[in-house]
Every structure is written in structure tokens, then in C-alpha cells.
């Protein structure tokens, strides 16, 4: 009984146990089931945030770190104010519409008072920025420094920067937040795992085998989560180091395009779409054949094609097209990338816009070109201007002995024109060159172009009908006469050589203008305009361009040294005018220039009106190393009356004036002689006879001529006798 009892406790005790670790046991079971669901819930969730809400923050955060860094809004900007290129601008615009776009969306997923604060901190420092856009362009178009631009659109942005470090700090804070909560329902679990195999231990005598699926269970799931926290680190480094790549390809400062192997592009970096002007979807699927702009040549893209077929690395400058027709000078590399079998399986293609590079060289090209010429001109222009001088003075004494309206008469008047026209080009040059500066005085604008219609109508063919203002409508400009002279000259000679052999007419006229032309000054006595019409074949936009480059012509090879437009355009400037062009083809050209009008009356012997060539009975030494002038001018002078001692050695000139300096009554002499220039020459005279008038002429203006007493008369050769004449008897009279 006793021994029943006892085994009855025993049993009882061993069934207590036993129903009492069964019982353990499931509801441990019960509980670690009901945890590792929980720790799994956990885990998803923790991941479900970590992949979705934090990892989208941090794509709007890097865009706005975008719009903020290299290449960015500020970055744009800044460029524009250093640069004053108009791309930048609208660049650092159309990034502020995205930045705008960014932050509204991202306000309005976050409900962070400390993202919300930093996300409205950056928006107004970047909106500041936006508003100095116009003031910036205000200041490039009122010409100010770029030193007074940057004054005027500085802004503080220390605080945008801060808040971005704010907005990064939270972001980086909820991704550790989520890692560890990952982490620590990992760590959970395998705390659970432990807490299994224990029980398992515990209870094994009494649920042996749920101990042993247990086991089996747990074991699983330790080494899944092992796995997947494995994984998780691997993707988290995987997905940083992606995003870095993609970030320096996307912002690299030179053109990335990957194409497959049958160059149809895959990608196209940002710097490739700003530069050609188009979109992801403009370019992506197509071929870089809307780059060709027609001046490569077939063989080259033969040679590109050869070379990437055969695997090998291409080198090239190519100038693309952009969308808007523009064009660029792009440096360009194109590689194979080969995958592990060994195959092609993408081609990148690396540019660089080296247009900037390029320009600058051809501006050193033609700046070069420009002091040859200059160099030249001045080289030539005074031994040219003295042979002209024999010409015209010796077709005048010719022209005092022929007949009027004889056949001899004739051919001296062709002799004087073509000596005239020779004159107007070496003058064209020198003002080309910058070394013959011009005298504004009052002109009659009309008689101009009369007097180079009678120079140009013997030389244009019959086929060309020149019709012209008359000289007695008295349009007055403020102006240098032999400048005007050129400008109608240059222009009137290029329409009859447009309009060619065909039958065509050329048509000049000037008028007062109303009002104040646009881009030109208000002045009080108003404005003349110029206009010279063809009925030619007119141009094309791309002529119209380049019309006043340097060395630009589109005349035969011989026929234009594609200087005239360019002399032109710089002497119009420099009477403080403006010269606009309008032509197209088909329709002839139009040629306005717009100078300053005057209410002054013209200067007395600025062109011939017809009255005899004054004389006299004076005594006048003329010096000039030339002979042939000399001896002209000295025939020319005693015609009308004058008593001429003429000398080709300065010396002498010089001694002759020591010994008796009342021997002349006026000195008329060179400036470029041997030994003794014009200026010393006046300046010995001067020092025995202050008050001797002085006239002094001269093949290559200087820029000036400084002698004691009175100012001395300079003039310009080659010199017209009758102009000559009347200079020196208003010397001689005083005047």
C-alpha cells in the first residue's frame, strides 16, 4: 500500500511533471511561435521601411544636393556672372522649376518639423537666388564688372547648407533607426534560438521529438536570418556604391553616351543633354547620327567604324549639331566595353565641348592676320601716296593745258579717277589698321555721293543703273568727308558687283531720321540715314553673319580681300553711327547706316564748287625728298603765279633758311624725309622765324606734330593740286 502509495505519488508526481513540462512546453511552443512571428513582422516591417520611405528621402535629398553642387543652381549662376553667357542662366532656371518640384513633394511626404524647417530654409535661399537672376542679367546688360554683378547678387546660403546637413542628419539617423531595428529583431531571433535550444534540453525527456522539430526549426531559421542579414549588408554597400557611380557619370562635366553595338544609345549623361539641347527620350533608342552636322567627312566615320569593329579605341574632334541647328566642336574618345566572354557588348563614347578652346585660337589666327595688314598698310602707304601724288598733281597741270571735251581731256579725267580710286584703298587700309584717325566736321552727305558717282559711273558696266540723291538737297551729317568717302565708295562698288553682268539697279539716298534710332543715343540735332539698295541676288542668313568678319568674302579667289565691309563697319563706328544689313536671297540688299545729323553749315573747300584755283605772287619753299614731286608742285605753283624755290634735301633746305630766314614767305614740306624730318625741319625754321607759316603733307598721317608757334596746316597725300592751292592762299591769307 505504501509502495502503491508511493508509486501512485511517483506516478502522479512523474505525470505532474510530465504533464507539467507538456504543458511548459506548449506554451513555450505557444510562446516562441507567437515571438518569431512577432521578430519575423518586425523584420519586414524594419525593411519594408528602410527599402521604401527612407530609401526615397534619400533620392530627394542627393537631387537637391545636385541642384545645389557642381553643375548646380548656384554653380549656373555664378558661371553667368564670371562668364556672362546667357546658357548658364537659362540652365540654373530650368534647375530651380526641378528643385521646386523636389521639395514640394518632399514636404509634402514628411511630417519632420526638422526636415519640414530645413526643406523651407533651402527653398528660400535658392528662391533668393532665383530673384537675382534678373538683376544679374540687368547688370550684364547695363555693362557693369562682373566684380559689381557679383556685389549685387551675392548671397548668404550658409544656412541653406546647414539645413541640408540637418536634412541629411535626420535621413542618416532614420536609416540607422531602421538598421538597427533590423538588427535588433535578428539579434531577438537568435536570443529566441537559444532560449529553444535550452527549453528543448530542458524538455527533451518529455517531448523528445517536439524538441527535436523544434530544434530543426530554429536551426532553419538561424541560419536564415543569418543569411538575409548577410545579404542586407551586401545590398546596402552594393546600392552606396552604385549610387556613386551613377552619380559621378551623370554629373561628369564631359558628354557620356553608351550605345549596344548597333550604336543605338542606351544612356545619355546630363552634360550630353544640355549641350545638345535634347531629352532622355530624344536620344535614348536612336543612333548619334542627329549629331552629324555635314562637315566630317564619310571616310572619317569609315575609320570610326573600322576601328570599333576591329575593337580598338577612336580619337576624334567632330563638330556636332545641336537641336536648335547650333553647332559645337566636340573632343571625343569612343571605347568598346567587352564583357567576361571576351565579345563587344557596349560602346561609351567620352566628349569634350572644346568649342571655347577652338574660338580662342581662330580670334589669335585673325587678330594675326589684322597687324599683318596693319604692318603692311603702313609699310606702303606713305612711298604709294607719294607716287599717287606725281599722278594727280601731274594729270592736273596735263588737264590746264588740254582742251575741255577733247579726247585728251578725257583720258586725264580717267587718269585722275583711277588715281583717286587707288587713294580710297590705301586710305581704306590705313583705317583698317587703326593708324589714320578721322576729323568729324560738317559734310553734305548727298554732294559725297555725288562726287563718288561720277568717280564709279565710267567704271561699272552699262547693264548697272545708278540713281543717287542730287548734291543740292544739302543732307548734313557730322562726319570725316574722306571717310564718308570710302563708306559710300566700298558699299555702292559691292552692290554693281553683286548685281554682276545681270541688269540691275543701285540706289542711294540719304534722309533725316524722326525720332532716335533704336540702340543709338538721343541727340539734339537728330539723326541722318544712309541707305544703299541692290536689286541683286541678295544673301543667306549664314552670309549675313559673317558679313563684317575679317578676311569673310564670298567673291572668287582674287577678287576680294574680304576687308571692304570690315573697313566700313569700323569707320561708321567710329563717327559714333550704326550699320545694319537686310538681304535675302533673291531679293536684293539693303545697307542702312545711321550717322550723326548737324545743323552747321558745311566748311568752306571741303568739295569743289566750281570757282578758279586761287593764285598769288608770294615766295614758297617746298622741300620733299621725292623729286617728282617736287618738280610738279613747283610747276604747278608758278602756273598760278607764285615764286617756288623747290629742294629734295632737307639740309639744304635748312641752311638756305638759317642764312635768310625772310627769303619765303611760306614753307611747304614733307614729314617722312632722310636725315631731317618735316617736323625738325619747321622746328629750325621756327627758331629764326617764329611766325613763318607752315603746311605740311604728308603720305602716313602720325598721330601728332609738335613744333614751336603756330600750328602748321597738315594734309593728307596723295593731295589734289586745286585742294592745295586753296590750302595755301589760306595760309598765306591767314584763315
Same mark, same amino acid.
Given at each position: 500500500?505504501?509502495?502503491?502509495?508511493?508509486?501512485?505519488?511517483?506516478?502522479?508526481?512523474?505525470?505532474?511533471?510530465?504533464?507539467?513540462?507538456?504543458?511548459?512546453?506548449?506554451?513555450?511552443?505557444?510562446?516562441?511561435?507567437?515571438?518569431?512571428?512577432?521578430?519575423?513582422?518586425?523584420?519586414?516591417?524594419?525593411?519594408?521601411?528602410?527599402?521604401?520611405?527612407?530609401?526615397?528621402?534619400?533620392?530627394?535629398?542627393?537631387?537637391?544636393?545636385?541642384?545645389?553642387?557642381?553643375?548646380?543652381?548656384?554653380?549656373?549662376?555664378?558661371?553667368?556672372?564670371?562668364?556672362?553667357?546667357?546658357?548658364?542662366?537659362?540652365?540654373?532656371?530650368?534647375?530651380?522649376?526641378?528643385?521646386?518640384?523636389?521639395?514640394?513633394?518632399?514636404?509634402?511626404?514628411?511630417?519632420?518639423?526638422?526636415?519640414?524647417?530645413?526643406?523651407?530654409?533651402?527653398?528660400?535661399?535658392?528662391?533668393?537666388?532665383?530673384?537675382?537672376?534678373?538683376?544679374?542679367?540687368?547688370?550684364?546688360?547695363?555693362?557693369?564688372?562682373?566684380?559689381?554683378?557679383?556685389?549685387?547678387?551675392?548671397?548668404?546660403?550658409?544656412?541653406?547648407?546647414?539645413?541640408?546637413?540637418?536634412?541629411?542628419?535626420?535621413?542618416?539617423?532614420?536609416?540607422?533607426?531602421?538598421?538597427?531595428?533590423?538588427?535588433?529583431?535578428?539579434?531577438?531571433?537568435?536570443?529566441?534560438?537559444?532560449?529553444?535550444?535550452?527549453?528543448?534540453?530542458?524538455?527533451?525527456?518529455?517531448?523528445?521529438?517536439?524538441?527535436?522539430?523544434?530544434?530543426?526549426?530554429?536551426?532553419?531559421?538561424?541560419?536564415?536570418?543569418?543569411?538575409?542579414?548577410?545579404?542586407?549588408?551586401?545590398?546596402?554597400?552594393?546600392?552606396?556604391?552604385?549610387?556613386?557611380?551613377?552619380?559621378?557619370?551623370?554629373?561628369?562635366?564631359?558628354?557620356?553616351?553608351?550605345?549596344?553595338?548597333?550604336?543605338?544609345?542606351?544612356?545619355?549623361?546630363?552634360?550630353?543633354?544640355?549641350?545638345?539641347?535634347?531629352?532622355?527620350?530624344?536620344?535614348?533608342?536612336?543612333?548619334?547620327?542627329?549629331?552629324?552636322?555635314?562637315?566630317?567627312?564619310?571616310?572619317?566615320?569609315?575609320?570610326?567604324?573600322?576601328?570599333?569593329?576591329?575593337?580598338?579605341?577612336?580619337?576624334?574632334?567632330?563638330?556636332?549639331?545641336?537641336?536648335?541647328?547650333?553647332?559645337?566642336?566636340?573632343?571625343?574618345?569612343?571605347?568598346?566595353?567587352?564583357?567576361?566572354?571576351?565579345?563587344?557588348?557596349?560602346?561609351?563614347?567620352?566628349?569634350?565641348?572644346?568649342?571655347?578652346?577652338?574660338?580662342?585660337?581662330?580670334?589669335?589666327?585673325?587678330?594675326?592676320?589684322?597687324?599683318?595688314?596693319?604692318?603692311?598698310?603702313?609699310?606702303?602707304?606713305?612711298?604709294?601716296?607719294?607716287?599717287?601724288?606725281?599722278?594727280?598733281?601731274?594729270?592736273?597741270?596735263?588737264?590746264?593745258?588740254?582742251?575741255?571735251?577733247?579726247?585728251?581731256?578725257?583720258?586725264?579725267?580717267?587718269?585722275?579717277?583711277?588715281?583717286?580710286?587707288?587713294?580710297?584703298?590705301?586710305?581704306?587700309?590705313?583705317?583698317?589698321?587703326?593708324?589714320?584717325?578721322?576729323?568729324?566736321?560738317?559734310?553734305?552727305?548727298?554732294?559725297?555721293?555725288?562726287?563718288?558717282?561720277?568717280?564709279?559711273?565710267?567704271?561699272?558696266?552699262?547693264?548697272?543703273?545708278?540713281?543717287?540723291?542730287?548734291?543740292?538737297?544739302?543732307?548734313?551729317?557730322?562726319?570725316?568727308?574722306?571717310?564718308?568717302?570710302?563708306?559710300?565708295?566700298?558699299?555702292?562698288?559691292?552692290?554693281?558687283?553683286?548685281?554682276?553682268?545681270?541688269?540691275?539697279?543701285?540706289?542711294?539716298?540719304?534722309?533725316?531720321?524722326?525720332?532716335?534710332?533704336?540702340?543709338?543715343?538721343?541727340?539734339?540735332?537728330?539723326?541722318?540715314?544712309?541707305?544703299?539698295?541692290?536689286?541683286?541676288?541678295?544673301?543667306?542668313?549664314?552670309?549675313?553673319?559673317?558679313?563684317?568678319?575679317?578676311?569673310?568674302?564670298?567673291?572668287?579667289?582674287?577678287?576680294?580681300?574680304?576687308?571692304?565691309?570690315?573697313?566700313?563697319?569700323?569707320?561708321?563706328?567710329?563717327?559714333?553711327?550704326?550699320?545694319?544689313?537686310?538681304?535675302?536671297? $533673291? &531679293?536684293?540688299?539693303?545697307?542702312?547706316?545711321?550717322?550723326?545729323?548737324? #545743323? /552747321? !553749315?558745311?566748311? *568752306?573747300? +571741303?568739295?569743289?564748287?566750281?570757282?578758279?584755283?586761287?593764285?598769288?605772287?608770294?615766295?614758297?619753299?617746298?622741300?620733299?625728298?621725292?623729286?617728282?614731286?617736287?618738280?610738279?608742285?613747283?610747276?604747278?605753283?608758278?602756273?598760278?603765279?607764285?615764286?617756288?624755290?623747290?629742294?629734295?634735301?632737307?639740309?639744304?633746305?635748312?641752311?638756305?633758311?638759317?642764312?635768310?630766314?625772310?627769303?619765303?614767305?611760306?614753307?611747304?614740306?614733307?614729314?617722312?624725309?632722310?636725315?631731317?624730318? $618735316? &617736323?625738325?625741319?619747321?622746328?629750325?625754321?621756327?627758331?629764326?622765324?617764329? #611766325? /613763318? !607759316?607752315?603746311? *605740311?603733307? +604728308?603720305?602716313?598721317?602720325?598721330?601728332?606734330?609738335?613744333?614751336?608757334?603756330?600750328?602748321?596746316?597738315?594734309?593728307?597725300?596723295?593731295?589734289?593740286?586745286?585742294?592745295?592751292?586753296?590750302?595755301?592762299r589760306d595760309t598765306l591769307d591767314g584763315k
Amino acid at each position: 500500500m505504501a509502495t502503491h502509495t508511493q508509486s501512485s505519488h511517483r506516478f502522479y508526481l512523474v505525470g505532474f511533471l510530465a504533464g507539467f513540462l507538456l504543458l511548459v512546453t506548449v506554451l513555450l511552443g505557444l510562446f516562441l511561435g507567437t515571438e518569431t512571428r512577432r521578430q519575423f513582422g518586425e523584420i519586414e516591417a524594419s525593411w519594408i521601411e528602410y527599402d521604401g520611405d527612407v530609401g526615397q528621402k534619400g533620392v530627394w535629398i542627393s537631387s537637391i544636393r545636385g541642384y545645389l553642387g557642381y553643375g548646380g543652381i548656384i554653380h549656373n549662376f555664378k558661371n553667368y556672372v564670371l562668364r556672362q553667357d546667357e546658357t548658364y542662366l537659362t540652365r540654373a532656371q530650368v534647375q530651380v522649376r526641378h528643385f521646386r518640384s523636389v521639395v514640394d513633394v518632399y514636404l509634402a511626404q514628411t511630417t519632420d518639423p526638422v526636415e519640414q524647417r530645413a526643406l523651407r530654409t533651402v527653398r528660400r535661399t535658392m528662391e533668393a537666388y532665383s530673384d537675382k537672376f534678373s538683376v544679374a542679367r540687368q547688370g550684364v546688360a547695363d555693362g557693369l564688372s562682373i566684380e559689381q554683378i557679383d556685389a549685387m547678387v551675392r548671397i548668404d546660403d550658409s544656412a541653406a547648407k546647414l539645413a541640408l546637413v540637418d536634412l541629411e542628419a535626420v535621413w542618416t539617423d532614420a536609416r540607422i533607426i531602421s538598421t538597427r531595428r533590423i538588427f535588433a529583431a535578428v539579434g531577438q531571433g537568435q536570443a529566441l534560438i537559444g532560449i529553444g535550444f535550452v527549453s528543448i534540453i530542458a524538455l527533451v525527456l518529455a517531448a523528445f521529438a517536439i524538441g527535436v522539430m523544434l530544434y530543426l526549426m530554429f536551426r532553419d531559421m538561424g541560419h536564415t536570418l543569418h543569411r538575409l542579414s548577410g545579404e542586407l549588408t551586401a545590398r546596402r554597400e552594393a546600392e552606396a556604391s552604385e549610387k556613386r557611380l551613377a552619380n559621378v557619370v551623370e554629373q561628369s562635366p564631359s558628354t557620356i553616351v553608351i550605345t549596344d553595338t548597333s550604336a543605338r544609345i542606351l544612356y545619355a549623361n546630363r552634360r550630353f543633354r544640355e549641350l545638345t539641347g535634347r531629352g532622355s527620350d530624344e536620344v535614348e533608342g536612336k543612333t548619334p547620327k542627329f549629331l552629324q552636322s555635314g562637315d566630317t567627312s564619310d571616310s572619317t566615320y569609315a575609320e570610326l567604324r573600322r576601328a570599333l569593329a576591329e575593337g580598338r579605341e577612336y580619337q576624334g574632334i567632330f563638330r556636332n549639331r545641336k537641336k536648335d541647328g547650333t553647332t559645337y566642336w566636340a573632343d571625343t574618345r569612343i571605347l568598346p566595353l567587352v564583357g567576361p566572354d571576351g565579345t563587344v557588348q557596349n560602346f561609351i563614347g567620352i566628349g569634350e565641348d572644346i568649342t571655347e578652346r577652338r574660338e580662342a585660337r581662330e580670334q589669335v589666327a585673325r587678330a594675326q592676320k589684322l597687324e599683318a595688314v596693319g604692318l603692311l598698310a603702313g609699310g606702303i602707304a606713305h612711298d604709294f601716296n607719294n607716287v599717287l601724288t606725281t599722278i594727280v598733281g601731274a594729270a592736273h597741270l596735263a588737264a590746264m593745258d588740254a582742251t575741255e571735251g577733247s579726247d585728251l581731256a578725257g583720258e586725264i579725267e580717267q587718269i585722275e579717277i583711277a588715281a583717286k580710286r587707288a587713294q580710297s584703298l590705301v586710305r581704306g587700309l590705313l583705317s583698317f589698321a587703326r593708324r589714320e584717325p578721322g576729323q568729324s566736321q560738317p559734310v553734305n552727305l548727298c554732294g559725297v555721293v555725288q562726287e563718288v558717282s561720277r568717280l564709279l559711273r565710267a567704271s561699272l558696266p552699262p547693264t548697272v543703273r545708278l540713281k543717287t540723291c542730287d548734291a543740292q538737297d544739302m543732307v548734313m551729317v557730322l562726319a570725316d568727308h574722306t571717310h564718308l568717302h570710302q563708306i559710300v565708295m566700298n558699299l555702292t562698288r559691292n552692290a554693281a558687283e553683286a548685281i554682276g553682268a545681270a541688269e540691275g539697279q543701285v540706289i542711294i539716298g540719304a534722309e533725316n531720321v524722326d525720332g532716335t534710332p533704336e540702340g543709338l543715343l538721343d541727340r539734339s540735332d537728330g539723326w541722318v540715314c544712309l541707305s544703299i539698295q541692290d536689286n541683286g541676288p541678295g544673301m543667306s542668313s549664314e552670309t549675313r553673319a559673317r558679313l563684317f568678319d575679317p578676311f569673310f568674302t564670298t567673291k572668287p579667289l582674287g577678287k576680294g580681300s574680304g576687308l571692304g565691309l570690315v573697313v566700313v563697319a569700323g569707320l561708321v563706328e567710329e563717327m559714333g553711327g550704326r550699320i545694319e544689313v537686310d538681304s535675302a536671297p $533673291g &531679293e536684293g540688299a539693303r545697307f542702312l547706316i545711321y550717322l550723326p545729323a548737324t #545743323d /552747321l !553749315p558745311e566748311e *568752306i573747300g +571741303t568739295l569743289r564748287d566750281g570757282t578758279p584755283t586761287p593764285r598769288g605772287h608770294e615766295r614758297i619753299m617746298i622741300v620733299d625728298d621725292e623729286t617728282e614731286i617736287a618738280a610738279t608742285w613747283r610747276r604747278m605753283l608758278m602756273r598760278l603765279g607764285y615764286r617756288v624755290e623747290a629742294y629734295t634735301s632737307p639740309i639744304i633746305a635748312a641752311e638756305k633758311l638759317l642764312a635768310d630766314p625772310g627769303r619765303v614767305d611760306l614753307l611747304v614740306t614733307d614729314m617722312v624725309m632722310p636725315d631731317l624730318s $618735316g &617736323e625738325a625741319l619747321t622746328e629750325k625754321a621756327r627758331s629764326v622765324r617764329p #611766325d /613763318l !607759316p607752315v603746311v *605740311i603733307c +604728308t603720305g602716313y598721317a602720325p598721330s601728332s606734330i609738335k613744333v614751336s608757334g603756330p600750328a602748321p596746316k597738315v594734309l593728307d597725300k596723295p593731295i589734289d593740286p586745286d585742294h592745295l592751292a586753296r590750302q595755301i592762299r589760306d595760309t598765306l591769307d591767314g584763315k
